[in-house]
């Protein structure tokens, strides 16, 4: 018999932690499987949705589609393949950041 299964779990931790999680500022509707759809042909479901916060955009990427969108939640660039974003010069990215 394995006795490990007996041992307390080492990484449990047994009273909450005194940092809380920030509650959110913004809310907006971002991408869905219907953009991939719409710009690849292809829906993925479901989305899986993943992005960054930057100090003015937000940048949010789902399978195969991108978005760039400012604080406010207005979308200032896509949809578009994910796939372009490969192919970017440094100029594009630095207009990101004004």
């Not at 041992?7 to 940092?19: K, S, T």
Request: hydrophobic share 35%; no cysteine.
């Amino acid at each position: 018999m394995d006795t490990d299964i007996l041992r307390p779990d080492p990484a449990w931790q047994a009273r909450q932690g005194i940092f809380r999680t920030a509650k959110p500022i913004q809310n907006f509707e971002g991408l869905s499987d219907a953009d991939n759809e719409n710009v690849v042909g292809i829906r993925f479901v479901p989305p899986d949705p993943n992005g960054d916060v930057g100090p003015n955009h937000y940048v949010q990427m789902i399978q195969a589609v991108s978005a760039v969108y400012d604080k406010a939640g207005n979308m200032m660039l896509g949809p578009f393949p994910t796939q372009r974003r490969l192919g970017w010069g440094w100029e594009h990215r630095a207009s990101l950041t004004d």
